[in-house]
C-alpha cells in the first residue's frame, strides 16, 4: 500500500515541541486573565456570510484564500467555510450570545486553528493556529492601548525584549472616502506603471495599494497622499489619544502611513508588531485594529471593537530558534519496579503513597528482568527508580536508586516515601 500523507500546508506538532506550546499558551493566558480577558471557543467553521460581510469580497482571504466546505447535499442550504481568522466568529459570538446586554466592554480571548487557502511555495502554511483578542463596547482609546498592551505584555513575558509597533489610523466611513478619492487621484496617472494586484485594487480597494510588496508599486507609495491628513475630527483625536497613551506608557512606536491592514472591516486605529528592530515588518508577529462596524454589518447593535491576532506559528519558532527559557514539562519522575509476584503488595502501597502526592509515578509491573527494567526506566527520563524484589518484600524495605547518579541506599518503605515527597515538595511551585 502506498504512504499515505498530511495535506499540503499543515504540519505535525511532535511531542517535542510542545513544551514550547504549551509556553505560549499558559503565558499568553496568564496575561490575558489577569487583564480580565475572558476565554471562547468558537466553531472552526461558519457559514461563509460570516467572512464575507465583515472582511469584504475584495480582500485576498475571501477572493483567494477562503476553504469551503461541501455540506451534505440534504441538508440546510448553508454555505460553510472554514474560519480564516478568529474575528468574524466572535463577533458573531457576541451577538448570537446576547453579550451586548452584558456590562460592557467584554473582552474576550481565543486560541486556535485558521484555514487560508495559501500558495503552498511561499512558505505559508494553510492551517496555522492564531492566539486573539477582542474588546467589544468600547469607543474610547484606552480599549485601543489595552489591546496593543496586552500583546506586547505577552510577548514579554515569552522573553521577547525588542519590538518594533507600527501604527496607523485608516479613518471611518465618514472620512475616509474622500481620503480614498485623493488616493485615486493620485494613482489616476501611475496605472500603467503598478502591478496587476494594484490595478485591480485601485477599483475595489485602493486603500490596499499602499500596503503592496510588489517592487515596481514601491516608489508610488512614499509620495501618495496620507490618511492622516484627511481625518475627520473625531478620528484624528482618537487617534492621537491613542498614540497619547502609548507615549503615557512608554511604548515605543513608529507611525506608518502605509500600514492598512488586509480586511475591509478595520476602521481607525490599525498596528502591527513585529520582533527585533523590523521596520520594513518582514517578521510581524501581531497585528489588529479597531472594527467598529463589524458587530453591526454581521446584524448585531451597533458596536465599538477593537482587537489583534496574532500567529502562534511564527511565536513558537522564535522561541524555539532563540532558545528562549521554555519550561521543562513534568515528565515521569519516579518509576516503581516491581521484581516478582512477592513484591505487589509493597509496590501498590509505595504507587499510592505517592500518587497521592501529584507526583508522576510510573508503575507497569512487568516480567522482565531487573536489568532490563532498569534500561527502561532510564529511557522513561526517571528521577528516581523504587526497587521492591522478593528480599525486600520480606523485611519490608524498597532500593531508591538515584538515576542521576546512579547511587542507591536501602531503606524502609516509610523512609522511602518520605524521602521521595520531601524531594518534590522543595522543588515544585
Ligand atoms: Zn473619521
Ligand atoms: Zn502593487
Same mark, same amino acid.
Given at each position: 500500500?502506498?504512504?499515505?500523507?498530511?495535506?499540503?500546508?499543515?504540519?505535525?506538532?511532535?511531542?517535542?515541541?510542545?513544551?514550547?506550546?504549551?509556553?505560549?499558551?499558559?503565558?499568553?493566558?496568564?496575561?490575558?486573565?489577569?487583564?480580565?480577558?475572558?476565554?471562547?471557543?468558537?466553531?472552526?467553521?461558519?457559514?461563509?456570510?460570516?467572512?464575507?460581510?465583515?472582511?469584504?469580497?475584495?480582500?485576498?482571504?475571501?477572493?483567494?484564500?477562503?476553504?469551503?466546505?461541501?455540506?451534505?447535499?440534504?441538508?440546510?442550504?448553508?454555505?460553510?467555510?472554514?474560519?480564516?481568522?478568529?474575528?468574524?466568529?466572535?463577533?458573531?459570538?457576541?451577538?448570537?450570545?446576547?453579550?451586548?446586554?452584558?456590562? +460592557?466592554?467584554?473582552?474576550?480571548?481565543?486560541?486556535?486553528?485558521?484555514?487560508?487557502?495559501?500558495?503552498?511555495?511561499?512558505?505559508?502554511?494553510?492551517?496555522?493556529?492564531?492566539?486573539?483578542?477582542?474588546?467589544?463596547?468600547?469607543?474610547?482609546?484606552?480599549?485601543?492601548?489595552?489591546?496593543?498592551?496586552?500583546?506586547?505584555?505577552?510577548?514579554?513575558?515569552?522573553?521577547?525584549?525588542?519590538?518594533?509597533?507600527?501604527?496607523?489610523?485608516?479613518?471611518?466611513?465618514?472620512?475616509?472616502?474622500?481620503?480614498?478619492?485623493?488616493?485615486?487621484?493620485?494613482?489616476?496617472?501611475?496605472?500603467?506603471?503598478?502591478?496587476?494586484?494594484?490595478?485591480?485594487?485601485?477599483?475595489?480597494?485602493?486603500?490596499?495599494?499602499?500596503?503592496?510588496?510588489?517592487?515596481?508599486?514601491?516608489?508610488?507609495?512614499?509620495?501618495?497622499?496620507?490618511?492622516?491628513?484627511?481625518?475627520?475630527?473625531?478620528?484624528?483625536?482618537?487617534?492621537?489619544?491613542?498614540?497619547?497613551?502609548?507615549?503615557?506608557?512608554?511604548?515605543?512606536?513608529?507611525?506608518?502611513?502605509?500600514?492598512?491592514?488586509?480586511?475591509?472591516?478595520?476602521?481607525?486605529?490599525?498596528?502591527?508588531?513585529?520582533?527585533?528592530?523590523?521596520?520594513?515588518?518582514?517578521?510581524?508577529?501581531?497585528?489588529?485594529?479597531?472594527?467598529?462596524?463589524?458587530?453591526?454589518?454581521?446584524?448585531?447593535?451597533?458596536?465599538?471593537?477593537?482587537?489583534?491576532?496574532?500567529?502562534?506559528?511564527?511565536?513558537?519558532?522564535?522561541?524555539?530558534?532563540?532558545?528562549?527559557?521554555?519550561?521543562?514539562?513534568?515528565?515521569?519522575?519516579?518509576?516503581?519496579?516491581?521484581?516478582?509476584?512477592?513484591?505487589?503488595?509493597?509496590?501498590?502501597?509505595?504507587?499510592?503513597?505517592?500518587?497521592?502526592?501529584?507526583?508522576?509515578?510510573?508503575?507497569?509491573?512487568?516480567?522482565?528482568?531487573?536489568?532490563?527494567?532498569?534500561?527502561?526506566?532510564?529511557?522513561?527520563?526517571?528521577?528516581?527508580?523504587?526497587?521492591?524484589?522478593? +528480599?525486600?518484600?520480606?523485611?519490608?524495605?524498597?532500593?531508591?536508586?538515584?538515576?542521576?547518579?546512579?547511587?542507591?541506599?536501602?531503606?524502609?518503605?516509610?523512609?522511602?516515601?518520605?524521602?521521595?515527597?520531601?524531594?518534590?515538595?522543595?522543588?515544585?511551585?
Amino acid at each position: 500500500m502506498d504512504q499515505l500523507q498530511k495535506p499540503r500546508g499543515t504540519k505535525d506538532i511532535l511531542p517535542a515541541e510542545q513544551a514550547a506550546w504549551s509556553f505560549f499558551r499558559s503565558t499568553a493566558e496568564r496575561v490575558l486573565n489577569g487583564l480580565s480577558f475572558g476565554k471562547i471557543n468558537t466553531p472552526l467553521f461558519e457559514d461563509k456570510r460570516i467572512f464575507e460581510r465583515g472582511a469584504g469580497e475584495s480582500s485576498d482571504i475571501i477572493e483567494k484564500q477562503l476553504y469551503l466546505i461541501k455540506a451534505n447535499k440534504n441538508e440546510e442550504n448553508d454555505e460553510l467555510a472554514l474560519r480564516p481568522e478568529g474575528t468574524a466568529g466572535a463577533a458573531r459570538a457576541y451577538i448570537e450570545n446576547g453579550m451586548s446586554s452584558q456590562p +460592557q466592554p467584554v473582552r474576550l480571548y481565543y486560541f486556535g486553528t485558521m484555514y487560508r487557502y495559501e500558495r503552498p511555495q511561499a512558505g505559508r502554511y494553510r492551517e496555522h493556529n492564531q492566539l486573539g483578542v477582542e474588546i467589544f463596547g468600547d469607543d474610547s482609546a484606552e480599549s485601543d492601548y489595552l489591546a496593543i498592551m496586552s500583546a506586547l505584555e505577552i510577548l514579554k513575558k515569552l522573553g521577547f525584549s525588542d519590538f518594533n509597533v507600527a501604527v496607523n489610523s485608516i479613518g471611518c466611513p465618514e472620512c475616509r472616502p474622500k481620503y480614498l478619492k485623493k488616493l485615486k487621484d493620485y494613482y489616476a496617472d501611475k496605472l500603467s506603471k503598478v502591478c496587476p494586484d494594484c490595478k485591480r485594487r485601485y477599483d475595489i480597494n485602493p486603500l490596499r495599494m499602499l500596503d503592496c510588496k510588489n517592487e515596481e508599486c514601491q516608489k508610488f507609495k512614499t509620495q501618495a497622499p496620507q490618511m492622516v491628513d484627511s481625518l475627520c475630527t473625531e478620528c484624528r483625536e482618537h487617534f492621537q489619544d491613542t498614540l497619547q497613551y502609548l507615549d503615557d506608557f512608554g511604548i515605543k512606536f513608529d507611525l506608518d502611513n502605509t500600514l492598512v491592514r488586509g480586511l475591509d472591516y478595520y476602521t481607525r486605529t490599525v498596528f502591527e508588531i513585529s520582533a527585533g528592530n523590523d521596520k520594513e515588518r518582514h517578521s510581524t508577529l501581531c497585528g489588529g485594529g479597531r472594527y467598529d462596524n463589524l458587530v453591526s454589518i454581521l446584524g448585531g447593535p451597533k458596536t465599538p471593537a477593537v482587537g489583534w491576532g496574532m500567529g502562534a506559528d511564527r511565536v513558537v519558532d522564535l522561541l524555539k530558534d532563540n532558545s528562549l527559557k521554555i519550561p521543562k514539562p513534568r515528565g515521569v519522575e519516579v518509576v516503581i519496579l516491581e521484581i516478582g509476584d512477592a513484591a505487589k503488595k509493597v509496590c501498590r502501597q509505595l504507587f499510592n503513597s505517592l500518587d497521592k502526592e501529584d507526583i508522576n509515578v510510573f508503575y507497569i509491573p512487568s516480567k522482565l528482568s531487573l536489568r532490563s527494567q532498569m534500561k527502561s526506566a532510564s529511557k522513561l527520563g526517571a528521577d528516581f527508580a523504587l526497587i521492591v524484589g522478593q +528480599q525486600e518484600a520480606l523485611t519490608g524495605s524498597v532500593i531508591v536508586r538515584d538515576l542521576r547518579s546512579s547511587t542507591q541506599e536501602d531503606l524502609s518503605i516509610s523512609s522511602a516515601i518520605d524521602m521521595i515527597k520531601e524531594k518534590y515538595s522543595a522543588t515544585s511551585e
